[in-house]
Nanobody
Framework: QVQLVESGGGSVQAGGSLRLSCTGS????????MGWFRQTPGKEREWVTT????????RYADSVKGRFTISQDNAKNTLYLQMNSLKPEDTAAYYC????????????????WGQGTQVTVSS
């Protein structure tokens, strides 16, 4: 059974930093990309960032570019999201995602989701 388990969420003041982790297990097909989405109540889930697991190539939403960094540790089957210079508008539930179809920037392209971890940024 595939599992993506996130950790590292919490509360921080604006300008602060947090690092999210996502550990995967039980994959039965090759994962081509992983990423992070976020969601606030009443809004659609928003793509944040993607990493292509083979090349390490990354992509970021404009709203987080220059502040967030996605990385992976293949030996530990773990994905990270380093979030710096956090803003109140970054407050959301953050979801780890994985795909075997090269489509980690849209919800419909995701094969596996984590359970979500809350990030709250106060002003």
């Amino acid at each position: 059974q595939v599992q993506l388990v996130e950790s590292g969420g919490g509360s921080v003041q604006a300008g602060g930093s947090l690092r999210l982790s996502c550990t995967g297990s039980g994959f039965t097909s090759s994962i081509t990309c992983m990423g992070w989405f976020r969601q606030t109540p009443g809004k659609e889930r928003e793509w944040v960032t993607t990493i292509y697991t083979g090349s390490g190539s990354t992509r970021y939403a404009d709203s987080v570019k220059g502040r967030f960094t996605i990385s992976q540790d293949n030996a530990k089957n773990t994905l990270y999201l380093q979030m710096n210079s956090l803003k109140p508008e970054d407050t959301a539930a953050y979801y780890c995602a994985a795909s075997s179809r090269w489509s980690c920037w849209i919800e419909a392209g995701i094969d596996y989701w984590g359970q979500g971890t809350q990030v709250t940024v106060s002003s």
